[in-house]
């Protein structure tokens, strides 16, 4: 099914609501003869037929209600995810720019390489749906400079614990963002959802209406209604996949901005700055 995330979101839902409105009202222009037939409907069997379809149409729509709220909550949560780690690197950042030469040099460059490869290698990977580890090598290296760093004085040495503590909130970040990539509805709740869905539209047949038109059309305005509300569940089930997806965007601004959290950076662009 991971399949629809290739294609372009207009067409995702012309797709499933497409689909689903043609297939509604061909079944029900074949089969609204036979069903008042056999079943004997007339505008006697109205109020029971409308009654039951009521109260089906209420369990069916606050289970929809119920999973488009956790769809939109979980791609919410991945966002706050991505948010958490882009500011912890900005923060690795600021303090490691602390530090004295060359080991500052060289934790900034592997900060800088592991955005590098989040946005450019990562992100495609993960609208795939694959783990690359090659982020995990560059905190390897930067830990392995961090650890070798001489703290000059009892500043230097609450700083680079404080680096050790940014770096431990990163690996969590890092670890939470590949947990969230699969993270989607369970394949069992899709099958309610589509089962359901053919239900509703099956009973919809039941509803007596002496013109066969107006049957047509409220048919096609349940069916759209049904395909739009399944069209907006997919597009948010994944939130790495698809146009509707979470963008690396957080990281970008990191990257762009990443010599503003060098203290000594923004210190020699103040002084060489010309007086008001």
Known sequence: MFWIYDIPSWALGFVI??????????????????IYRYFKITHDTLDSINGFFSAMGMLYGLLMGLVA??????????????????????????????????????LQNDLQ?????????????????????????ILTRFIKTATT????????????????TAYNSLIDARRARLQAIDTGLPAQLWVVIIIGGGIMVLMSYFIYMPSLRTHVLMTAVFSTLLGLMIFLIAS????????????????????DN??????????TIVSNSPAK
């Open 17 to 34: 609501v497409g689909s689903l409105l043609l297939c509604s009202c061909i079944g029900l222009i074949i089969s609204r003869d036979w």
């Open 149 to 164: 760093y001489q703290p000059a004085n009892a500043q230097q040495q609450i700083i680079s614990a404080e680096v050790f």
């Open 113 to 137: 390489d592991y955005l590098h490869y989040i946005i450019d290698v990562n992100w495609p990977a993960h609208r795939k749906g694959i783990i690359k580890r090659g982020g995990q090598l």
């Open 69 to 106: 709220v956790s769809a939109w909550e979980n791609y919410q949560n991945v966002g706050s995810i991505v948010d958490i780690e882009a500011t912890v690197i900005a923060q690795l950042y600021c303090d490691v720019s602390t530090l004295q030469e060359p080991s500052k040099t060289r």
């Open 258 to 267: 990443v010599k503003d959290f060098d203290p000594g950076y923004v210190t």
């Open 236 to 255: 948010l089930d994944h939130p790495f996949r698809g146009e509707v997806s979470v963008s690396s965007d957080a990281y970008k601004a990191v990257l």
